[in-house]
C-alpha cells in the first residue's frame, strides 16, 4: 500500500512537478561540507576577506583533534576555494592567495550559513 501523503519523488524531485530550486540545491551542496562552512565563517568574521594561510589556520583550529594546517592548506587550495568560487561565493585568487567572498548571485547562502552558524555555536 502506497502512503499518499509521501511527496512524489518519481522524477527525483520532493514535491512532484513543482521540483526544488537549483539554487536551494546549490547552497545545500556547499554548505554539506564542513569545511567550506568554516571558510565562509571565517570571511564573515573578517570583514571578507583572508589569505588562504589565514583562512587554514582558522579552520584548523576549529576542527576536532590535532589537525595538520598544511593539508587544511592543500585541501582549501585544491578543493574547497575552486569550489566555492565556481559557486561565486566567493573570489579566490589562486596566485595571489586571498579569498574575498562575494554576493552570492541569487543564491540563499547567507540565509542558510546563519541557519548552520546557529546550529554549530560559530560566530
Known amino acids: 500500500m502506497m502512503d499518499t501523503d509521501a511527496p512524489d519523488v518519481t522524477d527525483g524531485h520532493a514535491g512532484g512537478n513543482r521540483g526544488i530550486s537549483p539554487a536551494l540545491d546549490a547552497t545545500l551542496d556547499l554548505l554539506s561540507d564542513k569545511r567550506r562552512r568554516y571558510v565562509l565563517y571565517s570571511l564573515r568574521e573578517q570583514s571578507g576577506s583572508m589569505s588562504v594561510e589565514e583562512l587554514a589556520e582558522q579552520v584548523a583550529s576549529w576542527e576536532e583533534g590535532e ?7 592543500a585541501d582549501l587550495y585544491h578543493s574547497q576555494l575552486p569550489r566555492l568560487d565556481e559557486a561565486g561565493a566567493v573570489a579566490f585568487d589562486a596566485d595571489e592567495g586571498y579569498v574575498t567572498l562575494t554576493e552570492n548571485n541569487g543564491m540563499p547562502l547567507a540565509t542558510y550559513l546563519d541557519l548552520a552558524a546557529a546550529e554549530e555555536n560559530v560566530a
Not at 67 to 73: E, N, Y
Open 67 to 73: 589537525v595538520d594546517t598544511q593539508l587544511v592548506l
